[in-house]
């Protein structure tokens, strides 16, 4: 355990080191934090800390830097987030905008997570569990070449050209367009397949060959909206902090190509559709992102919580990363329930 001053003294400690990139010694505290004491009893305070292994001497004769330990410890201790500016609010509900589908709101949350913080932005998609089919469109382009859209209560649009060498007939594909909505209509995602795998035989054999090129169709993209996904942006950013990366950016670069491990990352932490939380450091390794942390929040989307947030190095500013994770999850989640 730490006195309340240790604690103080380890708070300067990272928000300078986030500030500077410089380790922080006792005189710079002093300088720069009104504690009121001398540099002596804030040397004391940083002996008691790094035998507590929360800082750490880079060099000798150095100033300190924190530990993973001392991160995890800083973001617990966390009293609140700093709030964000009237032009940062305005951004996130200026450039969210009202959506026009699922794929648009998500895409541009992702690129605004990353510019307000300067990392790595990731936004997972809703799981669709609890998705049901709102509508189902069909649309002739030619005369071999259709659009299927497919349509769920959740604001997902996942639309489909094909080309086939079943001549389109306009009255043909009124009627196939009833029966589909009649079959599919209402039904969660899961329940999909089976009932379109029926339509078929609803229809007069001459338009049985076109049913059947839309349910093929119709039946990989319910499979499409039911897969986990991840968005990411930003990518980029790693590459300004390249140094606080001691093994090079090559292995974070591979691990967060590899999306099942970032969704698996996302599920192990704790988080709902109000708190955000930080996996910092080592409690990464097994996912090989041992070097980075990552902050999380939750959205509501059709009655289910996904995840979004940010990824980046341990040296990173959690206050204003978790405030702007919450800030754009709760502004997803009134977005996407109002429409």
């Given at each position: 355990?730490?006195?309340?001053r240790?604690?103080e003294?380890?708070?300067?400690?990272?928000?300078?080191?986030?500030?500077?990139r410089?380790?922080?010694g006792?005189?710079?505290?002093v300088?720069?934090h009104?504690f009121?004491?001398s540099?002596?009893t804030?040397?004391n305070?940083?002996?008691?800390?790094?035998d507590?292994?929360?800082?750490?001497a880079?060099?000798?004769?150095?100033?300190?830097?924190p530990t993973d330990k001392?991160?995890?410890?800083?973001?617990?201790?966390?009293a609140?987030?700093r709030?964000?500016?009237?032009?940062?609010r305005?951004?996130i509900e200026?450039?969210?905008?009202?959506?026009?589908?699922?794929?648009e709101?998500?895409?541009?949350t992702v690129?605004?997570l990353?510019q307000?913080?300067?990392?790595?932005a990731?936004?997972q998609y809703?799981s669709m569990?609890?998705?049901?089919?709102?509508?189902?469109e069909?649309v002739r382009?030619?005369d071999s070449?259709?659009m299927?859209?497919?349509?769920?209560?959740?604001a997902?649009?996942?639309?489909?050209?094909v080309?086939?060498?079943v001549p389109?007939?306009?009255?043909?594909?009124?009627?196939?367009?009833s029966?589909?909505?009649?079959?599919?209509v209402?039904?969660?995602?899961?329940d999909?397949p089976?009932?379109?795998?029926a339509?078929?035989?609803?229809?007069?054999?001459?338009g049985?060959p076109l049913?059947g090129?839309?349910v093929?169709?119709?039946?990989?993209?319910?499979?499409?909206?039911?897969?986990?996904?991840?968005l990411?942006?930003g990518a980029a950013?790693?590459?300004?902090?390249?140094?606080?990366?001691?093994?090079g950016?090559?292995p974070?670069?591979?691990?967060?190509?590899?999306q099942?491990?970032l969704?698996r990352?996302?599920?192990?932490?704790?988080v709902?559709?109000?708190a955000?939380?930080?996996?910092?450091?080592?409690e990464?390794?097994?996912y090989g992102?041992?070097?980075t942390?990552?902050?999380?929040?939750?959205?509501l989307a059709?009655g289910e919580?996904?995840?979004l947030g940010?990824?980046?190095?341990?040296?990173?500013?959690?206050?204003?990363n978790?405030?702007?994770?919450?800030?754009?999850?709760?502004y997803?989640?009134k977005?996407?329930?109002?429409?």
């Amino acid at each position: 355990m730490v006195s309340e001053r240790s604690l103080e003294v380890l708070k300067a400690i990272v928000r300078d080191y986030v500030a500077s990139r410089e380790p922080v010694g006792s005189k710079t505290i002093v300088e720069r934090h009104a504690f009121g004491v001398s540099a002596a009893t804030i040397r004391n305070d940083m002996a008691q800390l790094e035998d507590e292994q929360l800082i750490v001497a880079p060099h000798t004769s150095s100033g300190r830097v924190p530990t993973d330990k001392g991160y995890r410890l800083f973001v617990d201790h966390l009293a609140g987030t700093r709030p964000l500016s009237s032009a940062q609010r305005h951004a996130i509900e200026t450039f969210l905008g009202a959506p026009n589908d699922l794929d648009e709101v998500l895409g541009r949350t992702v690129r605004l997570l990353s510019q307000l913080t300067n990392q790595v932005a990731l936004v997972q998609y809703p799981s669709m569990i609890r998705a049901r089919v709102q509508h189902v469109e069909l649309v002739r382009l030619g005369d071999s070449r259709l659009m299927i859209v497919l349509i769920t209560d959740t604001a997902r649009v996942e639309q489909r050209v094909v080309e086939t060498d079943v001549p389109i007939d306009e009255t043909a594909l009124t009627e196939l367009r009833s029966v589909v909505n009649g079959a599919a209509v209402g039904l969660l995602l899961q329940d999909v397949p089976r009932a379109l795998r029926a339509v078929p035989q609803q229809l007069r054999p001459e338009g049985q060959p076109l049913a059947g090129v839309v349910v093929a169709t119709l039946i990989e993209q319910v499979g499409a909206n039911r897969q986990d996904r991840l968005l990411m942006a930003g990518a980029a950013n790693l590459a300004k902090s390249e140094q606080d990366f001691s093994g090079g950016l090559f292995p974070v670069l591979e691990a967060i190509e590899e999306q099942v491990t970032l969704l698996r990352l996302f599920s192990e932490m704790q988080v709902d559709d109000i708190a955000v939380a930080a996996s910092i450091g080592m409690e990464n390794a097994e996912y090989g992102l041992d070097a980075t942390s990552i902050v999380a929040g939750g959205y509501l989307a059709g009655g289910e919580v996904a995840r979004l947030g940010v990824l980046g190095p341990t040296r990173m500013d959690y206050g204003t990363n978790m405030a702007a994770v919450r800030a754009v999850a709760r502004y997803l989640s009134k977005l996407l329930g109002e429409h």
